[in-house]
T-cell receptor, first 113, second 117 residues
Framework: KQEVTQIPAALSVPEGENLVLNCSFT??????LQWFRQDPGKGLTSLLL?????REQTSGRLNASLDKSSGRSTLYIAASQPGDSATYLC????????????FGSGTRLLVRP | DGGITQSPKYLFRKEGQNVTLSCEQN?????MYWYRQDPGQGLRLIYY???????QKGDIAEGYSVSREKKESFPLTVTSAQKNPTAFYLC????????????????FGAGSRLTVL
């Protein structure tokens, strides 16, 4: 059964720092991996989607990498800003899950001014 | 603007009552999903539907029911059989359904927060 883990659960950094969020999954048989952002009490916003055949995707200050063989993905945020403060979730579309996304529990990020 | 509308945003329920959460999308998406989110936890799948008049149980379907009579609508009923229904409920949709390995970015609604009194 696919399991997704995110470490750390919470992270606090000063403004301007570059940071890395980690996501690991137990079964490498996936179609894709997605990173989402969630603001308190709100829905999720898709940030990046990496297909299983890809190694990374970039959008602005965000870069997501995927190493399927080791079951890991990282979300790199460059030059962090207070507006980046949110919870970041990763999710995998596993080949054994009948087209269901499996979510990690998220990393809660606070960027201090 | 295209998107997903969930209502109500906040809902209070007495024990023993059934309540229905609405989810409507105008994105012409085939697949729709209901997730439950508890504090400090990831999202858990309740039910999903890949085409009209068809839906499948997710990982925590007990105490919930759904219908998919129209492509645009996927309402979730929280029944009295759900022992711990207080949670944040999120509806989502994607363009493609079963068997697709292509891009399937999920679009989420703003969520409905249910509290049992």
């Amino acid at each position: 059964k696919q399991e997704v883990t995110q470490i750390p659960a919470a992270l606090s950094v000063p403004e301007g720092e570059n940071l890395v969020l980690n996501c690991s999954f137990t079964d490498s048989a996936i179609y894709n991996l997605q990173w989402f952002r969630q603001d308190p009490g709100k829905g999720l916003t898709s940030l990046l989607l990496i297909q299983s055949s890809q190694r990374e995707q970039t959008s602005g200050r965000l870069n997501a990498s995927l190493d399927k063989s080791s079951g890991r993905s990282t979300l790199y945020i460059a030059a962090s800003q207070p507006g980046d403060s949110a919870t970041y979730l990763c999710a995998v579309l596993s080949m054994d899950s009948s087209y269901k996304l499996i979510f990690g529990s998220g990393t809660r990020l606070l960027v201090r001014p | 603007d295209g998107g997903i509308t969930q209502s109500p945003k906040y809902l209070f329920r007495k024990e023993g009552q059934n309540v229905t959460l609405s989810c409507e999308q105008n994105l012409n998406h085939d697949a729709m999903y209901w997730y439950r989110q508890d504090p400090g936890q990831g999202l858990r799948l309740i039910y999903y539907s890949q085409i009209v008049n068809d839906f499948q149980k997710g990982d925590i379907a007990e105490g919930y029911s759904v219908s998919r009579e129209k492509k645009e609508s996927f309402p979730l009923t929280v029944t009295s059989a759900q022992k711990n229904p207080t949670a944040f409920y999120l509806c989502a949709s994607t363009e493609r359904g079963r068997g697709s390995s292509g891009a399937n970015v999920l679009t989420f609604g703003a969520g409905s927060r249910l509290t049992v009194l």
